[in-house]
Nanobody
Framework: QVQLVESGGGLVQAGGSLRLSCAASGRTFSSYAMGWFRQRPGAEREFVARISWSAGNTYYADSVKGRFTISRDNAKNTVYLQMNRLKPEDTAVYYC?????????????WGQGTQVTVSS
């Protein structure tokens, strides 16, 4: 059974940093793209970042470009999200996700989420 477990969330002051991790188990996703999404209070879930299987290609939402960095360690079946210069509007539950096919944009597997709260 596939499981994605996020960790690393917490409370941080504006301008601070956090590093989220997402560990996958149940199968190997080294050939799959992986993504991070977030859901802010009262809003729909939104795309944050995506990384190709080889980590050669990364994509970001405009709102986080230049501040967040997605990376992965295929040996550990883990994807990371380094978040710098955090803003109060980054407050959200952050989810990692894996698509149903390696390069698909249809995400099938989701973690339970980790809360990030940025105080002003």
């Amino acid at each position: 059974q596939v499981q994605l477990v996020e960790s690393g969330g917490g409370l941080v002051q504006a301008g601070g940093s956090l590093r989220l991790s997402c560990a996958a188990s149940g199968r190997t996703f080294s050939s799959y793209a992986m993504g991070w999404f977030r859901q802010r209070p009262g809003a729909e879930r939104e795309f944050v970042a995506r990384i190709s299987w080889s980590a050669g290609n990364t994509y970001y939402a405009d709102s986080v470009k230049g501040r967040f960095t997605i990376s992965r360690d295929n040996a550990k079946n883990t994807v990371y999200l380094q978040m710098n210069r955090l803003k109060p509007e980054d407050t959200a539950v952050y989810y990692c996700a894996v698509p149903n096919y390696p390069q698909s944009y249809n995400y099938r597997y989701w973690g339970q989420g980790t809360q990030v709260t940025v105080s002003s």
